[in-house]
């Protein structure tokens, strides 16, 4: 398993890290356990998961049930320091945490006691937040984003006042490194400057959404990533199961995401559709399992820092562990530009 280093701390993390938002809504406890032991075994060390998992559905009876999953394996197998453990602050917008209350210095000690709690440990590796207070442009709110509601000092303010509640986390020893999430590149570099200026944790990652149908992160992020030394965690690498094939021509498997979300949050298109019928022809011609492919595609971008895809299944779990030691072709990766180029944001 190749290691990378999150941005210039020196926590290194595997390329392939273990989502855990289904634990406790589609997976019992015992089933994520058994997948926190085979992806170890395998040779991953990331987890991430967030205080509002898990999802499908989101409730008020379920906010923090998968970090307390995790927190009965580090319980159960006392193997703490295996694991490099990111974990999110969900900030405004979900009222069934904390009542939706922003992202604060108020809301940092709290929401980072909560998480410790239900882990069941003293430290968080990575403490993310889930959004920004702006807002974002993330999950398709890119078709209509409007950024002029923004007021420039409140931002900084924000920033200023939530890295010195982060500093002081990291000075009592409960958080290591800071990381972002759904967040645009000048927010990133905002960060980046108020943490220079003031001497707070510096951004060393950011979680966006990334994938052969979602690529948003190639052109102003991937160039900040690179230049500043801040890599991607992408996250839904197989669009949410679009890119496994399993619902193309009409199908809704069983107990699928699909079956739960009807539109997969937005990622529901003939347009992409039609783009994954591209790359399954791509997977088909050169003998790939087309998760493998999706999954191996993402190892070869320069921004990458790890990819994080979760499984319902230990089938499903095993075919994404499968992609660790796949090099795709030049030919391979050819094809998958050319049709990159004739699908284009596909939802």
């Known amino acids: 398993m190749n290691m990378n280093r999150l941005g210039r701390t020196k926590i290194e993390v595997s390329e392939f890290c273990l989502g855990s938002m289904t634990w406790g809504t589609q997976n019992s406890a015992e089933e994520a356990h058994d997948q926190i032991d085979r992806a170890l075994d395998a040779g991953i060390n990331f987890i991430d ?55 604060s210095s108020e809301t940092i000690p709290e929401a980072i006691e909560g998480s410790l709690r239900r882990l069941k440990t003293d430290y968080i590796d990575l403490y993310q937040f889930h959004w920004p207070n702006r807002g974002s442009y993330m999950f398709r709110k890119n078709w209509s984003y409007d950024p002029t509601s923004q007021l420039m000092l409140d931002t900084q303010e924000h920033m200023v006042d939530a890295l010195g509640a982060l500093q002081e ?30 001497g707070g944790p510096r951004v060393a990652s950011v979680q966006n959404e990334y994938s052969l149908l979602c690529r948003l992160y190639d052109t102003d992020m991937a160039e900040m990533s690179v230049q500043e030394d801040v890599p ?116």
Request: net charge negative.
């Open 49 to 103: 998961t967030a205080e509002m998992y898990p999802v499908n559905p989101v409730s008020a009876e379920t906010i923090g049930r998968t970090e307390r999953i995790i927190g009965l394996w580090f319980e159960r197998d006392m193997r703490r320091e295996d694991v490099i453990l990111a974990t999110k602050h969900s900030g405004e917008g979900l009222a069934a945490v904390r009542e939706g209350a922003p992202i």
């Open 169 to 198: 986390e990291v000075k009592r020893g409960t958080i290591r490194a800071f990381g972002l999430s759904n967040e645009s590149a000048w927010g990133t570099t905002k960060w980046l400057e108020a943490a220079e200026e003031m």
């Open 232 to 347: 991607l965690l992408a996250f839904s690498p197989l669009a949410a199961g679009l890119l496994t094939g399993k619902y193309q021509n009409g199908a809704v498997p069983d107990k699928s995401r699909m079956s739960l979300n009807g539109d997969l949050g937005g990622r529901k298109s003939a347009r992409a559709f039609d783009a994954v019928d591209a790359y399954l022809d791509i997977a088909q011609r050169h003998g790939l399992d087309p998760a493998q492919m999706a999954l191996a595609w993402c190892k070869t971008r320069p921004f990458m820092g790890s990819i994080i895809f979760g499984s319902t299944t230990m089938a499903q779990l095993e075919t994404c562990l499968g992609a660790i030691d796949l090099t795709l072709s030049d030919e391979v990766m050819k094809e998958i530009n050319a049709a990159h180029r004739q699908h284009p944001m596909p939802y």
